[in-house]
């Protein structure tokens, strides 16, 4: 069972704004330990998308960015495009565990 | 270009052994540390093992620990992960990837390979 908590999917129309929850805790984004998300299409190689909180990758649009605040972080897709039907996980390192953790998962549907 | 592509996943039968690789190309191998990741069928993503850019440390999820060893070889680029006493919970796509330092973020990641635990 993952410590970083996701909700299963979240959907919107083309160009809508959408944001994905990743709840941890004291032992990891509490903590202070960098945030990263990644996008998984089926088939391919998972992609990263943001680091150290809000930071791009090259290549990634700027539609995506991601913010912390306490024991949660989120990533936002602003002007959301219909190739951005996919699954998200957010990652981190949790002191508790002493290794690495992802999120539960969000599937993004667009409408 | 920069790649990490996985190979020697299969079927095992529960309580047998299997190594897969993962084969870097494209980059300074032994300047990256690296890990397997797995996602098991409908499931999410689980972090497995990483070993450091020299091999003088790893790290395993508790899920593994005891079972599974990861391990490389920079002469030849690659990174590899023995997984012994397997379970059907072990069948999954594992997915190896790269980072800067041990627990940085993975840049780069492979395509993956399927191992089946199925009698």
């Known amino acids: 069972q993952s410590v970083l908590t996701q909700p299963p999917s979240v959907s919107g129309a083309p160009g809508q704004r959408v944001t994905i929850s990743c709840t941890g805790s004291s032992s990891n984004i509490g903590a202070g330990y960098d945030v990263r998300w990644y996008q998984l299409l089926p088939g391919t190689a998972p992609k990263l998308l943001i680091y150290g909180n809000n930071n791009r990758p090259s290549g990634v649009p700027d539609r995506f960015s991601g913010s912390n605040s306490g024991t949660s972080a989120s990533l936002a897709i602003t002007g959301l495009q219909a190739e951005d039907e996919a699954d998200y996980y957010c990652q981190s390192y949790d002191s508790s565990l002493s290794g690495s953790v992802f999120g539960t998962g969000t599937k993004v549907t667009v409408l | 270009q920069v790649q990490l592509v996985e190979s020697g996943g299969g079927v095992v039968q529960p309580g047998r052994s299997l190594r897969i690789s993962c084969a870097a190309s494209?980059?300074?191998?032994?300047?990256?540390?690296v890990h397997w990741v797995r996602q098991a069928p409908g499931k999410g993503l689980e972090w497995v093992a990483v070993i450091s850019y020299d091999g003088s440390k790893k790290y395993y999820a508790d899920s593994v620990k005891g079972r599974f060893t990861i391990s490389r070889d920079n002469s030849k680029n690659a990174l590899y992960l023995q997984m012994n006493s397997l379970r059907v919970d072990d069948t999954a796509v594992y997915y190896c990837?790269?980072?800067?330092?041990?627990?940085?973020?993975?840049?780069?990641w492979g395509k993956g390979t399927t191992v089946t635990v199925s009698s």
């Open positions: 494209g980059f300074t191998f032994n300047d990256y540390a």
């Open positions: 990837a790269r980072s800067s330092l041990v627990w940085d973020y993975m840049d780069v």
